[in-house]
């Protein structure tokens, strides 16, 4: 049944829309950026680690018609949103929803996965919010980087690749542990608001093969006269937003 058009709680996107009414991680700039960057070119099997509403899963089976997502979520809510998105985009068949942790689910995966993708927790120190679904989601509490990382070493197919964002201190720390795992940047996206601004955000893909030198670039979200998307930030997500 179509959603009323004023409903604050649907974010439509061209080929799908997404509930976020009971899920505590809303839609956000990292999980789209994150998800149109994604590369799935070839991929038959794609992990979606900390699924949240289930937005990263459907861009990626939307980019690749022949993908089959596994989408997880250590909290009940977002496991449910997830599921119901899913369902509501006829998208079920190709993207299956499951409320567990990661560490239990790497533990017991019966196959390897040729992408996996996770907008992760991203302080691992600092305050914590007072609600404490949101401080799970946001800091590394249910889940450690080192987790991650091992899990995603265990899962992840010969030849596959992984791909992350993160706040720019915590990215470089991530590249540093990954290799302690036998994971390796292939590529690097440095992302910050308008030129001459602070790297905010780093979008990286990482693989178990080892190159001479990641493939480096940069992502400006904004032109800085006019405070209008550039041109780099509308090629990326165009197939996606209402607007672009």
């Known amino acids: 049944m179509p959603e009323a058009e004023n409903d604050k709680h649907v974010f439509r996107f061209k080929q799908f829309t997404v509930r976020q009414d009971i899920c505590q991680m ?4 990292d999980g789209i950026i994150l998800g149109a960057w994604t590369d799935v070119s070839g991929a038959e099997t794609a992990l ?5 509403t289930g937005v990263i899963a459907l861009m990626l089976a939307q980019k ?3 993908l089959i997502i596994d989408a997880i979520d250590i909290d009940e809510n977002a496991f449910k949103q997830s599921r119901d998105n899913f369902i ?8 299956m929803a499951h409320h567990v942790d990661f560490v239990e689910f790497q533990h017991r995966a019966v196959k390897k996965y040729d992408i996996i993708v996770s907008n992760p927790p991203f302080f691992s120190d600092g305050i914590y919010s007072p609600n404490k679904n949101k401080a799970i989601v946001r800091h590394t509490i249910k889940l450690s980087h080192e987790n991650l990382l091992k899990g995603v070493q265990k899962i992840l197919h010969e030849g596959g ?11 470089i720390r991530f590249i540093e542990m990954a290799e302690n795992y036998g994971l390796f940047t292939v590529y690097i996206t440095e992302v910050y608001s308008k030129e ?7 979008l990286m893909c990482f693989s178990a093969t080892k190159t ?16 209008t998307y550039s041109d780099e930030f ?3 997500t165009k197939d996606f937003y209402l607007f672009m």
């Open 212 to 227: 001479l030198q990641p493939i480096k670039n940069k992502l400006q979200i904004l032109k800085n006269e006019s405070n």
């Open 161 to 171: 690749r992984f791909f992350v964002i993160l706040p720019y201190a915590e990215g």
């Open 234 to 236: 509308v090629q990326l």
């Open 196 to 202: 001459n601004k602070p790297v905010e955000r780093l």
């Open 26 to 29: 809303k839609i956000n700039t």
């Open 48 to 52: 979606d680690v900390g699924s949240g």
């Open 64 to 66: 690749n018609k022949n």
């Open 88 to 95: 509501r985009n006829e998208s079920e068949t190709r993207i």
